[in-house]
């Protein structure tokens, strides 16, 4: 397997692996275009790729920006293999070295994201939309959990 930041020439690959996936899924796929993912990963923030015999299998993508993860998502057949946990690793790196800001993301309830956000040390801190869980990571909490590793 190998991570690498993301490229324009990624995002076909990155929209096939946001659409297979099980939980998290968009209410209607037209509303993240291929417009949106080259804006983020260009303009807003920065995307990482993890990819398996010339394939994207997982993808992240932080908007520095207005402070949040844009994306983390993995292609059902390859989780549990801790490979959200590295571009998860790489994406908050990448971020605490531009910023000391406070992050967020907001994901659906009772969900393997809500358990794996909460496992990285990241904090609920109410509800975010309709029916999301918003959580935030701070830059003291990241560079602890950094230490211990």
Request: glycine share 6%.
């Amino acid at each position: 397997m190998i991570f690498r930041e993301a490229t324009i020439s990624d995002i076909s690959q990155i929209q096939i692996v946001r659409h297979s996936v099980k939980e998290n899924i968009l209410s209607n796929p037209a509303l993240v275009t291929n417009k949106d993912c080259e804006k983020y990963i260009t303009i807003k923030g920065k995307g990482w790729v993890c990819e398996e015999n010339n394939s994207i299998i997982g993808f992240a993508i932080v908007d520095l920006a207005d402070k949040n993860i844009w994306a983390l998502f993995v292609q059902p057949e390859f989780e549990k293999r801790g490979i959200g946990k590295k571009l998860h690793d790489a994406m908050l790196k990448w971020y605490f070295n531009q910023t000391k800001e406070t992050v967020w993301l907001s994901t659906a309830p009772n969900t393997r994201a809500e358990n794996f956000y909460k496992k990285a040390g990241w904090k609920e801190v109410g509800k975010y939309g309709k029916n999301e869980i918003k959580f935030e990571m701070s830059y003291d909490v990241w560079n602890n959990k950094q230490d211990e590793s």
